[in-house]
């Protein structure tokens, strides 16, 4: 089973963002989005992530990129994981804020100039705003926090 979230952008007073299918729980999507943030920053983060990939099957900081995918549905991203190719995407499909309740996914990961926003979707609760200059958060005990609050 897989634990589904949705890797988002700011735009304009809200967001919009792509589905990724697995580990999207905050001990790996959030801890993924926050290395690959560091050490590519915001500006190719968000590009790559959200506007020149349209699905994730799942995000891997230190996706190698050995070739093909030994499944023809995905694109390895060195760095960032496996994306789903193109032709099996639609650019023009953005998870919102207005589509929560329709969309499977748990988590929601706003990558935003100043820092990374977790939204746990069974809540629809902001867990927590965490600042890109100030040391990694905590994932576990965030996890923890919103399990226990739901």
Known sequence: MSTRSIIAKQDGDIWKGRYAHWDGYPTHQGKSIWAIVQRDGYE????????????????????????ESEDSRWEIIEGYGKAGREEEADPNEWHTPA?????????????AKGG?????????ELIGFYPWHETEPNWERIQEQAYANA
């Open 99 to 111: 589509d929560l309740d329709d969309t499977w996914c748990e988590w929601v990961y706003i990558i």
């Open 116 to 124: 990374l926003l977790v939204i746990y979707i069974e809540t629809k």
């Open 44 to 67: 190719k983060a968000v590009k790559t992530f959200v506007d020149d990939n349209f699905y994730w099957s799942v995000v891997k900081p230190l996706q190698a990129n050995s070739g």
